[in-house]
Nanobody
Framework: QVQLEESGGGLVQPGGSLRLSCTGSGSALYFFAMGWYRQCPGKERELVASITGATINYSDSAKGRFTISRANARNTVDLQMSSLKPEDTAVYYC?????????WGKGTLVTVSS
């Protein structure tokens, strides 16, 4: 069974930085795509950033502030977040497409507050 484990969430002040990490395990298949979604309070889950092969996508809110990176050999994907704003407060979910199936982590809470 494929599992995704996130780490790195927490409380950070506005303007600060935080790095989220996600490691996938449980499958010998190639993790075709990996990325990060988030769900802000009272809102639907939305894409933050994703990597599919050599293609990287960012949401408009993430562009210029967040950087996604991936280590294919270890099925890991990181999200470096900078210049954080209170509206970035959300549960951040790691995502992967493995063998045609969508796999989700349990989520890690990021709170941006002074």
């Amino acid at each position: 069974q494929v599992q995704l484990e996130e780490s790195g969430g927490g409380l950070v002040q506005p303007g600060g930085s935080l790095r989220l990490s996600c490691t996938g395990s449980g499958s010998a298949l190639y993790f075709f795509a990996m990325g990060w979604y988030r769900q802000c309070p009272g809102k639907e889950r939305e894409l933050v950033a994703s990597i599919t092969g050599a293609t990287i996508n960012y949401s408009d809110s993430a562009k210029g502030r967040f950087t996604i990176s991936r280590a294919n050999a270890r099925n890991t994907v990181d999200l470096q977040m900078s210049s954080l704003k209170p509206e970035d407060t959300a549960v951040y979910y790691c995502y992967a497409k493995v063998g045609g199936a969508d796999v989700w982590g349990k989520g890690t809470l990021v709170t941006v507050s002074s």
